[in-house]
């Protein structure tokens, strides 16, 4: 997994719920990225943060917000204000990009 | 960012050579192509990354075009675990860690 931890792999909620998906990395990076992907599809980053306390917006941030307070995490909250947050949601490590084992988010 | 073009799909017979190709014709001078894999229900797997010359591991080779408008990645012999979604992507420079995932190629390996 080089280093990312994600939890838990599968996770339900109902619509109206904001939802936090963990990342955590133990190999000291700076940069760390969020992606969403939808079934049959690539992936669409999210959020990126390059540094702790500071992060930037991806191609489709709306409705998902991010906090980096500590190097080794990177959670993403899904929010109620994401239209369609039903997907896989990967996160991932700069240095030949190692991406996180994923949680598969599942809204209804 | 470098748009790609690579085919929907391809097919191979295991213990064969797979030779995957990507079209990046508006490529910038300072991307690196990465090529990254991604098997069903797990993330990305990074596989090989290039600048300019043809590189090698032990997964793969990466072969470049002199122009960089073009590369190919070889599998030298197939293995049916090589079964997956193929993505090339350039990046770097100011999006440098940022990766724009296409549709990628499907490539299935028959025994």
């Known amino acids: 997994d080089g280093g990312i931890t994600q939890s838990p792999k599968y996770l339900f909620r109902k619509e109206g719920q904001n939802v936090t998906l963990s990342c955590e990395q133990n190999?000291?990076?700076?940069?760390m990225y969020w992606y969403r992907q939808d079934p049959g599809q690539g992936l669409r980053l999210i959020y990126y943060?390059?540094?702790?306390?500071?992060?930037q917006k991806g191609d489709i941030a709306e409705g998902y917000s991010v906090s980096r307070e500590k190097k080794e995490s990177f959670p993403l909250t899904v929010t109620s204000a994401q239209k369609n947050p039903t997907a896989f949601y990967l996160c991932?490590?700069?240095?030949?990009?190692?991406f996180g084992p994923g949680t598969r988010l599942t809204v209804t | 960012d470098a748009k790609t073009t690579q085919p929907n799909s391809m097919e191979s017979n295991e213990e064969e050579p797979v030779h995957l190709p990507c079209n990046h014709s508006?490529?910038?001078?300072?991307?690196?192509i990465h090529w990254y894999r991604q098997l069903p229900s797990q993330g990305p797997e990074y596989v090989i990354h290039g600048l300019t010359s043809n590189v090698n591991n032990r997964m793969a080779s990466l072969a470049i075009a002199e122009d960089r408008k073009s590369s190919t990645l070889i599998l030298h012999r197939a293995t049916l675990r090589d079964a997956a979604v193929y993505y090339c992507?350039?990046?770097?420079?100011?999006?440098?860690?940022?990766?724009?995932f296409g549709q990628g190629t499907i490539l299935t390996v028959h025994p």
């Open positions: 991932a490590r700069l240095g030949e990009q190692y």
């Open positions: 508006t490529i910038s001078g300072t991307d690196y």
């Open positions: 943060s390059q540094i702790v306390n500071d992060f």
């Open positions: 992507i350039p990046t770097g420079g100011t999006s440098y860690g940022k990766l724009t």
């Open positions: 190999l000291n990076h700076d940069a």
